[in-house]
Protein backbone atom coordinates (compact mmCIF):
# COMPACT_ATOMS: atom_id res chain seq x y z
CA UNK A 1 0.00 0.00 0.00
CA UNK A 2 3.02 2.24 0.78
CA UNK A 3 4.21 2.17 -2.97
CA UNK A 4 0.41 2.82 -4.25
CA UNK A 5 0.17 6.28 -2.11
CA UNK A 6 3.71 7.16 -3.22
CA UNK A 7 2.38 6.53 -6.99
CA UNK A 8 -0.63 8.64 -6.62
CA UNK A 9 1.41 11.24 -4.74
CA UNK A 10 4.13 11.11 -7.60
CA UNK A 11 0.73 11.53 -9.28
CA UNK A 12 -0.37 14.60 -8.00
CA UNK A 13 2.72 16.49 -8.89
CA UNK A 14 2.86 15.59 -12.44
CA UNK A 15 -0.68 16.81 -12.39
CA UNK A 16 0.14 20.40 -10.89
CA UNK A 17 3.40 20.46 -13.23
CA UNK A 18 1.77 19.66 -16.43
CA UNK A 19 -1.89 21.37 -16.09
CA UNK A 20 -3.80 20.97 -19.00
CA UNK A 21 -1.89 17.63 -19.35
CA UNK A 22 -3.96 13.94 -19.30
CA UNK A 23 -2.17 11.33 -17.84
CA UNK A 24 -2.53 7.74 -17.76
CA UNK A 25 -1.40 5.35 -15.70
CA UNK A 26 -1.04 1.53 -16.63
CA UNK A 27 -0.55 -0.44 -13.52
CA UNK A 28 -0.09 -4.26 -12.25
CA UNK A 29 -1.77 -6.06 -9.72
CA UNK A 30 -0.11 -5.84 -6.39
CA UNK A 31 2.45 -8.17 -4.63
CA UNK A 32 1.99 -11.71 -5.66
CA UNK A 33 -1.80 -11.50 -6.43
CA UNK A 34 -1.18 -12.71 -10.10
CA UNK A 35 0.67 -15.82 -8.28
CA UNK A 36 -2.34 -16.35 -5.61
CA UNK A 37 -5.18 -16.05 -8.14
CA UNK A 38 -3.57 -18.15 -10.82
CA UNK A 39 -2.54 -21.16 -8.15
CA UNK A 40 -6.32 -20.71 -7.12
CA UNK A 41 -6.86 -21.41 -10.82
CA UNK A 42 -4.86 -24.51 -11.08
CA UNK A 43 -6.66 -26.21 -7.99
CA UNK A 44 -9.91 -25.73 -9.74
CA UNK A 45 -8.79 -26.65 -13.20
CA UNK A 46 -5.43 -27.59 -14.11
CA UNK A 47 -5.60 -26.53 -17.64
CA UNK A 48 -8.25 -23.34 -17.56
CA UNK A 49 -8.74 -21.56 -20.89
CA UNK A 50 -7.15 -18.62 -21.38
CA UNK A 51 -9.58 -16.65 -21.51
CA UNK A 52 -10.62 -17.35 -18.25
CA UNK A 53 -7.76 -17.19 -17.24
CA UNK A 54 -7.14 -13.68 -18.28
CA UNK A 55 -10.65 -13.03 -17.12
CA UNK A 56 -9.13 -13.93 -13.52
CA UNK A 57 -6.27 -12.72 -13.28
CA UNK A 58 -7.54 -9.39 -15.04
CA UNK A 59 -9.32 -9.04 -11.29
CA UNK A 60 -6.03 -8.19 -9.86
CA UNK A 61 -4.82 -5.09 -11.73
CA UNK A 62 -8.93 -4.01 -11.23
CA UNK A 63 -7.75 -3.92 -7.56
CA UNK A 64 -4.90 -1.79 -8.21
CA UNK A 65 -6.60 0.41 -10.79
CA UNK A 66 -9.48 1.22 -8.57
CA UNK A 67 -7.14 1.76 -5.22
CA UNK A 68 -5.08 4.13 -7.25
CA UNK A 69 -7.89 6.45 -8.59
CA UNK A 70 -9.19 6.32 -5.03
CA UNK A 71 -5.46 7.69 -3.19
CA UNK A 72 -5.26 10.15 -6.27
CA UNK A 73 -8.97 11.39 -5.16
CA UNK A 74 -7.81 11.64 -1.89
CA UNK A 75 -5.32 14.37 -3.17
CA UNK A 76 -8.43 16.31 -4.31
CA UNK A 77 -7.54 15.44 -8.27
CA UNK A 78 -10.27 14.56 -10.38
CA UNK A 79 -9.59 11.10 -11.83
CA UNK A 80 -11.33 8.00 -13.11
CA UNK A 81 -10.52 4.37 -13.01
CA UNK A 82 -10.78 2.57 -16.46
CA UNK A 83 -9.60 -1.20 -17.76
CA UNK A 84 -7.78 -1.69 -20.61
CA UNK A 85 -10.80 -2.42 -22.84
CA UNK A 86 -12.50 1.11 -21.90
CA UNK A 87 -9.43 2.90 -22.69
CA UNK A 88 -8.42 1.07 -25.89
CA UNK A 89 -5.47 -0.38 -24.95
CA UNK A 90 -4.47 -3.04 -27.05
CA UNK A 91 -2.71 -6.20 -26.51
CA UNK A 92 -1.82 -9.11 -28.24
CA UNK A 93 -1.58 -12.84 -27.68
CA UNK A 94 1.86 -13.19 -25.94
CA UNK A 95 0.80 -13.54 -22.35
CA UNK A 96 3.35 -13.53 -19.61
CA UNK A 97 6.35 -11.90 -22.12
CA UNK A 98 5.35 -8.19 -21.90
CA UNK A 99 8.04 -5.82 -23.13
CA UNK A 100 8.93 -1.92 -22.76
Not at 13 to 38: R, W
Not at 43 to 64: H, K, R
Not at 73 to 95: P, Y
Amino acid sequence: MELLIESSTWHNKLLKQKKGYKIVAVVSAMGNTTNELFEKAKTINPNPSSQELDMLLATGEQITISLLAMAVQALDQDVISLTRFQCGILTDTSHKKSSN
